[in-house]
């Protein structure tokens, strides 16, 4: 399914919306169930448009037909139209996405800047061992001309 993410993201903001999970699992027909599954194809459209096709949010909720997916959009739709309290789910609904993409933006952020420091750390790390195998070739390098110097004066005193 290529619009997964979209359709979970979905999914987790009606839940947070205080509708039922179970509705997402079974077909049951209770008016409770019904209602979750016509705000998530409700919510899905209004959110993303046609970028989610009607099949996908249907095969999402149980392998429906589009058919009823359109009946559950235009249903709500309806509902907004005429209930006010239906315009405030609805409301209510659309702020809760926009709060949860921009605190999925914000932890992509904080992932996104946590990976940079690492990276900045490794750089730091690479270059400070840089600096100590080049200090440590010069110590080798001292210790050789040392060792040097040793086995000339000790020739010098032989001879």
């Not at 169930?33 to 149980?62: D, H, N, P």
């Not at 009946?71 to 609904?93: F, M, V």
């Not at 690479?126 to 004066?153: I, P």
Request: glycine content about 4%; overall charge positive.
């Amino acid at each position: 399914m290529k619009n997964k993410s979209k359709l979970d993201f979905c999914k987790q903001v009606i839940i947070e919306g205080g509708y039922l999970p179970k509705a997402f699992e079974t077909k049951y027909k209770t008016t409770q169930m019904v209602e979750t599954r016509q705000w998530f194809a409700w919510l899905c459209r209004e959110k993303f448009g046609k970028q989610i096709s009607l099949s996908e949010i249907a095969r999402y909720l149980g392998n429906y037909n589009h058919a009823t997916v359109i009946h559950s959009i235009n249903t709500k739709k309806r509902q907004i139209e005429l209930y006010q309290g239906e315009k405030k789910i609805a409301d209510n609904l659309m702020r809760k996405a926009i709060a949860y993409y921009r605190l999925q933006q914000s932890d992509v952020m904080s992932i996104e800047s946590k990976i940079l420091s690492i990276e900045d750390h490794i750089k730091d790390d690479a270059t400070m061992e840089g600096w100590r195998r080049l200090k440590l070739k010069e110590n080798l390098n001292e210790l050789k001309e040392a060792v040097y110097n040793a086995q000339h004066v000790l020739l010098e005193k032989e001879t």
